[in-house]
């Protein structure tokens, strides 16, 4: 790489997951989907009865978006040029980690609602969430 200069860019994947030096975001991916016309779409389809309601609010909840914690990201994402390559590679080791810590805690809720799902609930689930591969439409 003598004389050149070059950056790993940040690339949004079609499945939402955003990659940038090799850590991953998660809440990028599902805190796009709270509140968002596939969510609702998602509640409607599953039609759920009154008593999983408050499974769908705390799963909804689980990936609703911190506005802090957005905040401090964008923060740390403007202030990359600076940092050395060092302290970028700390910083998303440090991104990773949180990262892993939302997606798992996301997981909870997710299978903690799964659970509470129909069989045949379980299978508009899978449908709904499922991401699209070629060939296959996709209602926006």
């Given amino acids: 790489m003598t004389g050149k200069h070059w950056a790993i860019p940040w ?16 809440g990028a991916a599902y805190g796009q989907m709270q509140g968002s016309p596939a969510f ?8 759920l009865g009154a008593s999983q309601e408050g499974g769908w609010q705390a799963f909804e909840q689980a990936y609703s978006i911190d506005p802090q914690e957005f905040a401090k990201r964008r923060s740390a994402e403007a202030g990359v040029a600076s940092l050395t390559g060092p302290q970028r590679v700390d910083q998303a080791i440090g991104l990773a980690r949180s990262d892993l810590a939302d997606l798992q805690r996301r997981g909870a809720a997710l299978k903690a609602f799964y659970a509470s799902l129909s069989p ?12 699209p591969t070629p060939g296959r439409d996709r209602p926006e």
């Avoid at 690339?11 to 998660?26: D, N």
């Avoid at 609702?40 to 039609?47: E, M, S, T, V, Y």
């Avoid at 609930?121 to 991401?131: E, G, L, N, S, V």
């Fill in 11 to 26: 690339r949004k994947l079609g499945t939402g997951w955003i990659v940038f030096l090799g850590f991953f975001s998660a």
């Fill in 40 to 47: 609702a779409r998602l509640h409607g389809d599953l039609k």
């Fill in 120 to 131: 045949e609930q379980q299978h508009i689930f899978d449908r709904d969430t499922a991401p």
